[in-house]
């Protein structure tokens, strides 16, 4: 497993990517984590307003968002149950355990 992150600073740019590829059917959504909804029946609209609700707090901040991404060996398949505890566990060990995602 190989794990990078890459702050950023427009949250808006990474939720219309992770949206399109939705959209598309080359990703989904399996988790939401510290949203007040099922990802299922999270809108674009409700992301977008959890992420701004938290970016005005601290309007001060250089960088508004971090991309993360988790590659595993070619062909190696986890259930979402695994990958869930991933993501919990590796943003809770960066910091970033509070943050939505």
Known sequence: MVARFKIRKHMYIL???NEEKIAKQAGRCIYA???LKDPETL???????????????????????VS???????????P???LIDIT???LHHIGYGSQPY
């Open 15 to 17: 939720l219309k990517y």
């Open 33 to 35: 984590g510290n949203f």
């Open 68 to 78: 993360l991404k988790v590659e595993f060996a070619p062909g190696e398949k986890l």
């Open 43 to 65: 809108s674009k609209k409700e992301k977008s307003a959890r992420f701004n609700d938290l970016m005005v707090l601290d309007p001060q901040a250089e960088s508004k968002a």
């Open 88 to 90: 919990r566990d590796l």
């Open 80 to 82: 979402d149950d695994d």
